[in-house]
């Protein structure tokens, strides 16, 4: 059974239908950053620890590199944020999903060990199912999904302060509808960052082409100033 899977945190831009998706060969959202492994001082590098978790369920861990990034930086090893997924089979997706995140938590190799898997066991997982499936990074051209078809925003201010125009532009326009605002208003952060306008307040904080480099720096000045909403 085909099957698409989006986050709850994702706004439907654009109709899905005009998205080339290929069953047969998987891809995860891209719209990621570094999270996992976090390196330790004396620990093993990004090529230890990724590579024993291929070697562990026997895949071809150089095929999934992308040499064109730098050795030892995250971007070289193929990474995946669970926004959105899909597969021409979702048993076989679910089963295999589930086997490789538990493999992984309740059976940690040495090289593992020291990075925290907590909440980045899905993000460890999905590389390896993605590959397995014969899928990858470049499965799916990039502009359609994180691109101008949804947007996986995962927390209402991350929304107004790093998204585009027409994103902004769309949520306004599905929460205008009186029946859906009765139902967006009894979730608190909904209800301040759309309707009490505080999501324009973040977004006046922020230069759109020019944006902090890491989401966390970005988290700390709407925190700063009282803003912040989860």
């Known amino acids: ?3 698409v899977y989006f986050d709850t945190d994702t ?3 654009d109709e899905l239908m005009d998205v080339p998706f ?3 060969h998987s891809r995860a959202s891209n719209k990621v950053e570094g999270t996992w492994p976090e390196i330790e001082l004396y620990g093993p590098g990004y090529t230890q620890n990724w590579k024993s978790l291929y070697d562990r369920f026997g895949f071809d861990f150089d095929s999934s590199m992308d040499l064109s990034q730098p050795d030892e930086y995250w971007r070289r090893y193929l990474y995946f944020n669970s926004g959105y997924f899909y597969h021409r089979d979702a048993h076989e997706f679910g089963k295999r999903f589930l086997h490789y995140s538990c493999d992984i938590r309740d059976n940690p190799s040495p090289e593992t060990k020291c990075p925290e898997l907590n909440p980045w066991l899905d993000q ?3 590389p390896l199912l993605i590959h397995w499936l014969g899928g990858g990074r470049d499965a799916l051209p990039s502009r359609f999904l994180d691109g101008t078809h949804i947007c996986h ?4 201010p991350l929304l107004f302060a790093r998204e585009g125009d027409h994103v902004v ?3 306004g326009e599905v929460a205008a509808p009186n029946k859906i605002k009765k139902v967006l208003k009894e979730y608190t952060p909904f209800k301040r960052m759309i309707y009490q306008k505080r999501g324009l307040r973040v977004r006046e904080m922020f230069d759109r082409d020019n944006l902090l480099r890491k989401e966390r720096q970005i988290r700390n000045r709407i925190k ?3 803003l912040w909403e989860r």
């Open 11 to 13: 706004l439907i831009l």
């Open 153 to 156: 925003y995962r927390l209402m």
């Open 169 to 171: 532009d769309t949520l």
């Open 124 to 126: 460890v997982a999905l």
């Open 1 to 3: 059974m085909l099957f």
């Open 22 to 24: 290929d069953f047969d």
């Open 224 to 226: 700063s100033v009282g």
